[in-house]
Structure formats: structure tokens, C-alpha cells
């Protein structure tokens, strides 16, 4: 299974940015799928988070101007980013809990992208 990032960039303040992630691969099902971000010098922290059904969990800095969708037919999840701040600038990664079947075992995992970066600066 690969999970592969795109759409990161360079960005005024107030600007849009928005960021696509793939998952690829021997997949059963993804259950959530969710955004994440590393600005330098920090941990890693949720930014957000999108179910199978399709229930959407934020951080509370990103809320009202950031939104999470998915499309199970393409195994894709996207954060559509407005409103962008110089704190938003960070490596953002991707993590899909994909569930496989081995040998009749239905094992779930956390993949992760390699991230894109986002920077927002005047």
C-alpha cells in the first residue's frame, strides 16, 4: 500500500491551497483517513480527520477555514485550505488506516505519505 501527497505550495496570507492524498495498493477497505502537520521545531499534531461515513473531526485553529472530504471510489481524502495564516506553514502528511486481507486475516494498518510542504508567507 503507497499514500502519496500532492497540491502543497507557496501561499500569501489568506490564500487557498488545497492538498490531495492517494492510497494505493492490495486495499480492502480504508476506515479514516486524516490530515496531519510538522512545522519545524514542533510535534506533529492532527489537523484533521475524515471517517468512512464520512463524520469530520478538526483541530481547533484550522476550524471554519479548513475542510476535510474523501472519495471512497478513488481512496482519496483532500484538505481544502482557506484563509491560510504563517502559522499553517508546515509539512503536512497524510495517514490512511487501510485494512488488507493476508491469508484470510483482515489486518488493519496506519499508512503514512512522505508529506508536502506548505508555506505561507508575505
Known amino acids: 500500500v503507497e499514500v502519496e501527497e500532492s497540491g502543497g505550495g507557496f501561499v500569501q496570507p489568506g490564500g487557498s491551497l488545497r492538498l490531495s492524498c492517494a492510497a494505493s495498493?492490495?486495499?480492502?477497505?480504508?476506515?479514516?483517513m486524516g490530515w496531519f502537520r510538522q512545522a519545524p521545531g514542533k510535534q506533529r499534531e492532527l489537523v484533521a480527520v475524515?471517517?468512512?461515513?464520512?463524520?469530520?473531526n478538526y483541530t481547533d485553529s484550522v476550524k471554519g477555514r479548513f475542510t476535510i472530504s474523501r472519495d471512497n471510489a478513488k481512496n482519496t481524502v483532500y484538505l481544502q485550505m482557506d484563509s491560510l495564516k504563517p502559522e499553517d506553514t508546515a509539512v503536512y502528511h497524510c495517514?490512511?488506516?487501510?485494512?488488507?486481507?493476508?491469508?484470510?486475516?483482515?489486518?488493519?494498518?496506519?499508512?503514512w505519505g512522505q508529506g508536502t510542504q506548505v508555506t505561507v508567507s508575505s
Open positions: 495517514k490512511a488506516d487501510v485494512a488488507t486481507v493476508l491469508g484470510g486475516t483482515v489486518i488493519i494498518y496506519d499508512y
Open positions: 495498493g492490495s486495499i480492502f477497505s480504508i476506515n479514516a
Open positions: 475524515i471517517t468512512s461515513g464520512g463524520s469530520t
